[in-house]
């Protein structure tokens, strides 16, 4: 279904956003979605300084759900359950959502699009709480408790589309024989073998392709120009209105996350969506009989 945010919005666009629900009374909701693969806590960070206003969304309790190793680490949450954490941070099925973090983007993205491809309105706030403080300045966040959500917010449980999603039987398959792109949004060094800090095996998906999203963030913790992010997809034979569809890029990462940036700018560079393979290479790697590729 179609959404009306794009895939990303500046901090002008939200301060344009936070005027416009004042007046309306659009229903807004700001997330926090700091989260951190070396343990730290995402929650912390929040109350020590977060944008005004904003709810915490915990990625681990809400936007996944319990890691199996026959699932991988971050596999999507029961509908029932994202529901459940929606309602309980205070968005309804009519809300807005700008989701942030302090990482460029690449952990909000988990929030933005499980929202976009249910058809609600999500975007990722670019540049993220580093930037709306560099823009707006002193005052532009607080620390302190969680906001209060508005109490009168329901959102609706719904299915995953399968259209949005891609197995694991399918992500090898097609990834083996070219039929789809399949995109590995992690590190280099992860995708080529040279480390692995987290999963049972190191490596990645024969036939993937390597495009991290960590490098469509520039040094300013921002999207990189749109031309840049369109020249990186193009080395794989991706331009708008070319032959090659976003219906045939699936996206993988480490568990899951991250892969749903690529995915966002993907749609931003005018390539239409792609797909999840949400249980993606901590699904992979946990299954010895998988055939793997090192190397870059």
């Not at 309105?121 to 607080?142: F, M, N, S």
């Not at 090898?172 to 992690?186: K, P």
């Not at 990189?224 to 034979?237: I, P, S, T």
Request: hydrophobic fraction near 45%; glycine fraction near 12%; charge should be negative.
């Amino acid at each position: 279904m179609p959404t009306t945010l794009p895939p990303f919005v500046s901090s002008a666009d939200l301060e344009s956003l936070i005027a416009e629900a004042g007046r309306r009374e659009r229903r807004l909701v700001i997330a926090d979605v700091r989260w951190y693969l070396d343990g730290r806590s995402g929650r912390d960070a929040y109350h020590a300084d977060h944008i005004a206003g904003a709810v915490f969304v915990d990625l681990d309790e809400w936007l996944a759900g319990p890691p199996s190793p026959t699932e991988g680490r971050h596999p999507l949450p029961d509908p029932e359950r994202f529901a459940r954490g929606m309602t309980e941070a205070g968005v309804g099925d009519d809300s807005t959502v700008v989701a942030y973090d302090d990482a460029g983007g690449v952990i909000a993205a988990r929030l933005a699009w499980m929202l976009r491809v249910l058809g609600r309105d999500a975007a990722v706030l670019d540049g993220g709480i580093t930037a709306w403080q560099g823009e707006l300045g002193a005052g532009a966040a607080v620390a302190g408790r969680r906001a209060a959500p508005r109490a009168d917010a329901t959102f609706t449980a719904a299915a995953w589309p399968a259209s949005a999603l891609a197995s694991i039987d399918e992500t090898q398959a097609r990834a083996a024989d070219g039929s789809a792109l399949v995109l590995d949004a992690r590190t280099a060094d992860r995708f080529a073998g040279e480390t692995e800090p987290v999963d049972a095996r190191a490596g990645h998906i024969p036939g993937a392709r390597n495009l991290s999203v960590r490098d469509h963030i520039g040094g300013d913790g921002r999207l990189r120009d749109l031309d840049e992010l369109r020249a990186r997809f193009a080395q794989f034979g991706l331009a708008p209105g070319g032959a090659a569809p976003g219906s045939d890029v699936i996206a993988y990462c480490g568990s899951g996350v991250t892969a749903c940036h690529e995915l966002l700018v993907l749609e931003h560079a005018g390539l239409g969506r792609g797909r999840l393979f949400a249980g993606s290479w901590s699904q992979y790697a946990a299954d010895a009989q998988r055939p793997l590729a090192t190397g870059a």
